[in-house]
């Protein structure tokens, strides 16, 4: 009976016990199997075309306005659109990003205007950050 | 004791929420046609006029000017994450005189990820009963203040028209004249009394990602 009354009472509890930081785990992406991760050969140095450089801060400026303005692991609602399911992959947005006034930098996130298949231009879908690259957290948020 | 200030937050915070499921509960009405606007069967979006809420003219800016105060009158325009943004369009019957459509709340997307987008689908075409409607332009509010054309109302891919007119809840009145297919760079004007102001540049290479360059003041 003691027993019984333990397991249920950690059943009520565990739930909870994963809303604890001890319990949580930080995210980490899908790896490839070996098979596959063994057949990508990498080059000497990064192709020219195409190469892109991304300063640290400005990188970590646009991951922190992304995961505000689409969370990781967030999942399309019940009912959404083919148009609306679109509209939650973080690859449907472009991004512009630039230093602002001191400790400040702008991130924009904008509907890639090819992204999704829609019956018309579809404005202000976006928002523009500003972002604190010393504190490292969101100052202000413009929708549009 | 709570203080009278922290009733009125109060009363804020709950008629901010019941403007919330107001607004949830009245997507699926909103979000559909009316007789007012709608879906044509090739998907692209129709909007009756003209609207009586804009006395037309020969003079375009008599009609823009007309714009805001119409449109702030229509439930939420400024409500900010609560609000509504409305589209229309200004049009001719080839009779030189402009004319206002009533406005449109059809968008392709409301909510993503909890969060109501405000967005709203410019029209194609306008049905008046009078005749073939020309249209000049497009329109459309933002439910915020001090907020202005963004990056996607620039962008080439989201232009019909010859210009497109935007206004903030605060009524500073905007306009983007694209210049899509020419050479010449894009202009961004602000209204400022009876006059357009240029205060923005688009280059020609600039037209596709919507980048303003602003004009010196």
């Known amino acids: 009976m003691r027993h019984g009354m333990l397991i249920l009472s950690l059943c009520f509890l565990l739930p909870a016990c994963i809303h604890l930081p001890f319990f949580q785990q930080s995210f980490r992406p899908v790896h490839a199997t070996p098979e596959e991760a063994a057949q990508v050969e990498f080059p000497l140095a990064p192709p020219t075309e195409g190469r892109l450089v991304v300063r640290g801060r400005m990188g970590a400026a646009i991951q922190l306005a992304m995961d505000d303005f689409l969370p990781r692991g967030i999942k399309p609602h019940s009912g959404a659109t083919p148009v609306e399911v679109c509209l939650y992959q973080r690859e449907s947005y472009d991004v512009f990003a630039a230093p602002g006034p001191e400790g400040m930098v702008f991130v924009e996130i904008v509907l890639a205007p090819d992204a999704c298949k829609m019956n018309g231009p579809v404005l202000d879908m976006g928002a523009t950050y500003a972002i604190d690259v010393k504190g490292w957290r969101i100052l202000a948020v413009k929708p549009g | ?217």
């Open chain 2, 1 to 217: 004791m709570r203080s009278r200030g922290d009733g009125m937050q109060i009363f804020e915070g709950l008629s901010l929420a019941c403007l919330g499921l107001l607004a949830c509960a009245s997507t699926p009405g909103t979000a559909g046609e009316t007789k007012d606007y709608g879906y044509r069967e090739d998907g692209q979006v129709w909007v009756r006029g003209p609207w009586g809420a804009i006395n037309p003219s020969k003079d375009v800016d008599a009609v823009i000017d007309q714009l805001c105060p119409a449109v702030m009158d229509l439930p939420r325009a400024r409500l900010r994450d609560y609000g509504q943004e409305y589209c229309g369009a200004i049009y001719t019957l080839g009779d030189g005189i402009y004319y206002a459509s009533h406005t449109s709340t059809l968008s392709n997307a409301r909510r993503i990820g909890g969060v109501q987008r405000k967005s709203c689908i410019p029209p194609r075409y306008v049905n008046d009963e009078r005749g073939r409607a020309v249209v000049h332009g497009d329109y459309h509010n933002h439910p915020y203040a001090a907020n202005d054309l963004s990056t996607a109302d620039k962008q080439a891919a989201n232009q019909i028209w010859s210009i497109r007119i935007q206004f903030d809840a605060g009524c500073i009145v905007m306009m983007l004249v694209p210049h899509i297919g020419e050479a010449r760079p894009g202009e961004v004007f602000r209204r400022e009394g009876k006059s357009w102001k240029l205060i923005g540049m688009i280059k020609p290479e600039d037209k596709m990602d919507g980048i303003m360059t602003p004009v010196g003041e």
